[in-house]
């Protein structure tokens, strides 16, 4: 396994990585946030600012019909001739003018104005030459504090060229102007706050996908680095051997095969060693890359488990231990080569963690909806603090018997999590540890046992 040093550099490694995702996100989000708020606000202004114009347009559009139809009916009078009593100049109430009062200055100056107290700005002598000189005037002022709106339009009488000035009360007008700035503001404020907050939490989810993504990136990026460390530190020691027989060959080159028998021996042995862990390399690699794919058919996985059985009865007997396989029917839909894999492994397993004369037991059984395998060895069982690492690649418990590649296990997690079930291990109370393996049984669902995956199940490929 990879010294402390270099497991203590990767964690700090991946520290420091998990702090840069961290901080990157936190941009991302605020990023998100402020462009909707930012996004939001000037629409806002826009939809604003064009109410605002076509509301002050409207209600202008109003003031100023209504200055123009007190302006005609003034206009008629004139034009007729008025008598010793004047024009009617004062306020009045109802119809097109109303609510205005007007002001009639001939030609020589003389003023016909309401009979009610005026500022002494009026009538607007600005507007009175303008419209002398343009023939109609228009402006809007503020008078004693009051906001009016003021038509100055020429019109020609028996006397000469008078100018009809009619006057016009803004308060109402403004006021109404206030309270849709009032409210556009203030909504404008809940609407951007709402907006914001509504951006945080979307962008709080939209950021689940990268932040998933991204911790994916990084296990990925980690499990490589373990496999590279745990790889090479597999492959150096059967490596290390061969090349210490070799030079022994070499120093000995003279002396016949029987004497130097032992380097070829070593040689032999881990050269085995050496393919048994680059098939279970390429195979795990495959099954990483998706590449590999498992026959879809009905299987029966007490034939399999006798099957599997059968094959492990010499390195059985060579570790001086019986197997004893006790299958009834459970058929499952998968692919027999990888299942009869899964077994195998299982066996090997128990067998080399068995003591001599000890006993390996297979069962299999169909029920609840569910095919079961369970596997039992006789040995020390496994400690506490190994059972949530057994299915670990390259995890390779202390005291472990020499021989694997701690990859077997892995392999068998892999090949029954894409079987759709699941694989676990404990201790059996009166010695020695149980693996137990638990499908779908082609004749029904596995009920209970079918969401979510096994605490002790590795992850796929």
């Given amino acids: 396994m990879p010294d402390e040093s270099s497991g203590a550099g990767h964690e700090a490694s991946e520290r420091e990585a998990s702090e840069r995702e961290a901080r990157l996100v936190r941009r991302v989000r605020w990023r998100l946030v402020i462009w909707s708020g930012g996004t939001t ?13 076509a509301v002050t347009n409207t209600l202008a559009d109003t003031g100023v019909s209504q200055l123009n139809d007190r302006a005609s009916q003034l206009t008629e009078v004139v034009e007729r001739g008025f008598g010793p009593g004047g024009p009617p100049t004062d306020f009045i109430f109802g119809g097109g003018g109303s609510g205005t009062f007007a002001f ?3 030609d020589d100056g003389s003023v016909f104005g309401p009979n009610v107290t005026v500022p002494d700005a009026l009538p ?4 009175i030459a303008a419209a002398r000189l343009n023939g109609r005037d228009v402006r809007e002022l503020d008078v ?3 906001p009016i709106r003021i038509l100055s339009q020429s019109v020609t009488d028996q ?21 849709l700035v009032f409210v556009l503001f203030l909504g404008g404020i809940v609407v951007l706050l709402v907006a914001v907050g509504v951006g945080a939490v979307y962008a709080q989810r939209a950021l689940v996908p990268i932040r998933e993504s991204l911790a994916v990136q990084r296990q990925s990026l980690r499990r ?10 597999e492959l150096r020691t059967p490596l290390t051997v061969i090349r210490a027989s070799v030079e022994h060959l070499k120093r000995n080159r003279d002396k016949p095969v029987a004497e130097v028998g032992a380097a070829l021996e070593d040689i032999d042995a881990e050269a085995s060693q050496l393919t048994n862990l680059v098939e279970d390399l390429l195979l795990l690699a495959r099954s990483d890359s998706g590449v590999i794919e498992l026959a879809r058919q009905p299987v029966d996985l007490g034939d399999v488990a006798a099957d599997a059985g059968t094959l492990m009865v010499t390195p059985a007997a060579a570790h001086h231990v019986s ?20 077994v195998t492994i299982l066996l090997d397993n128990a067998i080399r963690h068995s003591p001599s004369g000890g006993t390996v037991t297979a069962r299999v059984r169909a029920e609840g909806g569910r095919a079961s395998l369970v596997v039992e060895d006789e040995g020390p069982g496994i400690r506490p603090e190994d059972l949530p690492r057994v ?18 296990l892995a392999i068998a997690g892999w090949i029954v999590t894409h079987h759709g079930g699941r694989i676990g291990v404990s201790n059996r109370l009166e010695g020695g540890a149980r693996f137990t393996v638990e499908m779908p049984s082609l004749r029904g669902p596995m009920g209970p046992f079918a969401a979510g995956p096994h605490p002790a199940a590795p992850e796929a490929g």
């Fill in 391 to 408: 299915f670990d690649r390259f995890y390779r418990a202390p005291g472990a018997p020499s021989g694997g590649t701690g990859l077997g």
């Fill in 104 to 106: 009639l200055v001939s």
């Fill in 144 to 146: 004693a504090g009051v």
């Fill in 124 to 127: 607007d002598r600005d507007g």
């Fill in 224 to 233: 490589q680095r373990e496999f590279a460390a745990d790889a090479s530190h």
């Fill in 159 to 179: 006397a000469g060229t008078s100018v009809i000035q009619i006057v016009q009360d803004r308060t109402s007008e403004q006021r109404t102007l206030d309270v």
């Fill in 323 to 342: 197997v004893v396989v006790d299958p009834e029917p459970a058929m499952v839909v998968g692919d027999s080569k990888r299942l009869r894999q899964v």
């Fill in 41 to 53: 606000l000037l629409v806002l202004l826009a939809l604003g600012i064009a109410i605002y114009v």
